[in-house]
């Protein structure tokens, strides 16, 4: 009893003192049940994190350090895909470089070879021999050409599973870009197209041409050189000075411009070779003050013209010399005595183009042409037939089986471009020609057989809109007359007659398609129906398009052997009358032999240079065999110009590799840099953790240490 009492005043004193009695059991639940539930936890977490490697497990352990976790991993997955592609570029232009290190080895050695050619010394047999290594050289430039990796075409463009190169040497790619992702919203070309390689353009070159017959001083003996008298170019058939001919040239071609050129040069005996040059410069538009084209002659005596406009492609040229030793006497039947002296260049045609027979006396004409331009072009239907060499674009298309083929490129005045079929003509047309400012008022003759070799005469009339719009007609019974006329129709809505300065060379075909395979309108002047329904039912028989260099071809889809042949002209084509027009655009020509362009067709030319050391000559000599042989030192000269825009692309290559190289060592650094951030965000310290770790197992056992004392304490302990 007194033990109680004692123990009851000490409870209530207790209270008294202290507010409220602190027990065993609460001490026991707020010191360990607490600090066990909380340690265990630390515990468990920081033994998860040594074991697991990471400072968390889900998001909600830490939201923050999730958020910037999958941050960093979304861009260290962006960072492993622009390695993946820059490795990949990066493989892919190492190889280029390496294929065109083996191009310029292999120009190099031709160069060596073309030079060993050109020396007086070598025989043919030691130029065959030479011409043999070149064309084991051809053969392994286009191997390197068609070189692929992993099943990937080096120069095919984007169509890599495409052979780029053909054995002829024309081109099956394209010229789009490849490009490696070498950051966010940057990307780097890897590749080279063959179209840059073997058909681009270097803007730094200029075009020049060259005519391919040999000039003979004909009074004297020897080459004509400038200071050699018009007498001695022209000949004299009475051997006589002191009475002069006059002596007539008869310039066609294109000026550096896009502008045609049609004139007559008028010159007397006693006047130089020089003038004749001084006088073609000014017909390209030279002045006393500024020359537009260098013009002279190589050591053949042939005339080179060569455009000081860089990165222009239209220059050409072509000369026809006459002179009438006899002009009491109406040949050609012109109205007028002086044979030589002809409005239509064509009449010069009963001329004879044979000196020796003029000075022999064994020649059926007085009247000497001289040819200064020779092709195996064979003249158009209506054209001069006796001497090739007078028509300038009054020519048929070459025919090669099926093929026929037009030898001008059609090139967009603005930027120099090939033309394709989508081009309007007035963009290539010089159309200062005819109607100022317009096509309007220009006729095409298209001449030629069809076919099925049956003979057809037409007409391509371009009209403007205002003008009742554009139309073709044809002669139908073959009286040599243009009867029937057809609509030549647009894309409008509603149709209509095609404007003739909106007409485009795919127009342009089509009606020379419907033609050629004598598939025409059902009617006339025809519905668009009948207009649609013949250019489909014409486009069973025979293709015609503009090929990559912009040059007209049609194929005969019926034949093995085409019976058909082209000729195509402006109707002013050939006239020399005083105030008349020149051709507002030339298709078909013998023109100068082209020595250096702008433009590149790498194994065209690979090709020229080859002939040239097979035909054993220095330059052009169309007396020689090819009228197409450019001539061993314009054929170096040629080479160099492959050998610098190869060069030029090698840069490329080696710029795109080492910013694919710079960008691959910045991705991987990035990379790393990133990885390492990452992990400083998400990974465990094991140090730190471990140090923690026994902190707390210290903790956790000083906690029981402390919780096993109390527990083992007695009321009266505790008292």
């Known amino acids: 009893m007194y033990g109680t009492l004692i123990a009851s005043d ?6 008294w003192r202290f507010g409220m009695r602190v027990t065993s059991s609460m001490y026991y639940k707020n010191l360990f049940g607490n600090s066990n539930s909380k340690l265990n936890e630390e515990l468990f977490d920081v033994n998860k994190q040594i074991s697991s490697g990471l400072s968390i497990q889900y998001a909600s352990d830490n939201v923050r350090t999730f958020t910037e976790t999958m941050r960093l991993d979304n861009e260290i997955t962006t960072l492993s895909q622009i390695k993946k592609s820059t490795q990949s570029g990066a493989k892919f232009s190492e190889q280029t470089d390496t294929v065109l290190t083996e191009f310029e080895s292999n120009t190099n050695r031709m160069r060596t070879l073309l030079i060993q050619a050109a020396n007086d010394t070598q025989d043919e047999l030691s130029r065959d021999a030479i011409a043999k290594e070149l064309r084991g050289i051809e053969k392994n430039l286009k191997l390197l050409a068609n070189t692929s990796i992993n099943g990937q075409f080096l120069f095919a463009g984007s169509a890599v599973s495409k052979k780029p190169i053909n054995e002829d040497g024309t081109y099956n790619g394209n010229d789009a870009a490849i490009n490696a992702l070498i950051g966010s919203n940057n990307k780097q070309q890897f590749n080279v197209s063959g179209a840059e390689l073997f058909l681009g353009e270097e803007l730094a070159v200029t075009k020049k041409v060259s005519s391919n017959v040999v000039n003979h001083n004909l009074i004297d003996s020897g080459v004509i050189t400038t200071s050699s008298t018009i007498r001695e170019l022209m000949g004299d058939k ?72 860089r990165g222009s492609s239209k220059l050409d040229f072509h000369l026809v010399g006459a002179v009438d030793f006899d002009t009491t006497t109406d ?91 989508s081009t309007k003509i007035s963009e290539v047309a010089d159309l200062s020609q005819g109607t100022s400012g317009t096509l309007d008022g220009t006729v095409f003759n298209l001449v030629g057989s069809d076919i099925n070799g049956n003979n057809y005469t037409a007409q391509i009339n371009l009209k403007s809109s205002a003008n009742g719009g554009s139309t073709f007609s044809v002669d139908t019974n073959n009286d040599g007359v243009v009867d029937t006329s057809y609509n030549i129709y647009d894309m409008n809505t509603p149709r209509g007659k ?33 207009y649609d329904t013949a250019i489909e039912n014409a486009n069973t028989k ?115 590799s080492n910013a694919l190289t710079t960008s691959l060592e910045r991705t991987e650094l990035l990379e790393l840099s990133t990885s390492s951030l990452r992990s400083s965000v998400i990974d465990t310290d094991i140090a730190e953790a471990s140090l923690k770790l026994q902190q707390l197992t210290l903790n956790y056992q000083a906690m029981l240490s402390t919780v096993g004392k109390v527990s083992q304490l007695s009321l009266v302990n505790y008292l």
């Open 238 to 309: 009475d051997n006589n000075a002191t009475t002069p001919n006059t002596n007539y040239f008869y310039l066609s071609g294109t000026g550096s411009d896009g502008s045609a050129i049609q004139k007559k040069i008028v010159l007397n005996d006693n006047q130089t070779v020089d003038n004749l040059l001084d006088e073609i410069g000014k017909a390209y538009g030279n002045t006393t003050s500024f020359d537009v084209v260098n013009v002279s002659l190589n050591d053949y005596g042939e005339i080179v013209v060569e455009d000081k406009q």
């Open 498 to 530: 095609v404007d003739a300065d909106e007409m485009t060379y795919r127009q342009l075909m089509d009606v020379m398609n419907m033609v050629v395979t004598n598939t025409l309108p059902a009617n006339s002047p025809g519905s668009d129906s009948d």
């Open 331 to 421: 040949e050609n039947g012109d109205g007028q005595t002086d044979d030589a002296n002809v409005n239509s260049i064509e009449l010069l045609d009963v001329g004879e183009s044979d000196y020796e027979k003029i000075k022999n006396g064994t020649a059926t004409s007085n009247l000497f042409v001289k040819e200064f331009v020779k092709s195996d072009l064979q003249p158009a239907a209506g054209g001069a037939v006796n001497i090739n060499g007078i028509v300038y674009d009054k020519a048929n298309f070459t025919k090669n089986g099926t093929l026929l083929s037009a030898n001008i490129s059609q090139i967009v005045k603005d930027d120099n471009s090939f033309a394709t079929g």
């Open 542 to 656: 025979g293709s015609i398009d503009l090929s990559y260099d912009g040059k007209i071809e049609f194929k005969d889809l019926t034949s093995n052997d085409t019976q058909a042949s082209i000729g195509l002209f402006d109707t002013n084509s050939g006239n020399f009358a005083a105030g008349s027009s020149a051709s507002v655009l030339s298709f078909n020509a013998n023109s100068a032999l082209t020595i250096r362009d702008a433009k590149t067709d790498f194994f065209k030319t690979i090709d020229q240079i080859i002939k040239s050391v097979e035909n054993y000559t220095h330059f052009p000599d169309a007396s020689s065999g090819d009228v197409n042989a450019v001539g061993i030192e314009n054929a170096i000269e040629m080479l160099d110009d492959l050998k610098y825009h190869i060069s030029r692309v090698h840069s490329k290559v080696g710029a795109q």
């Open 10 to 15: 000490l409870k209530y004193e207790n209270v």
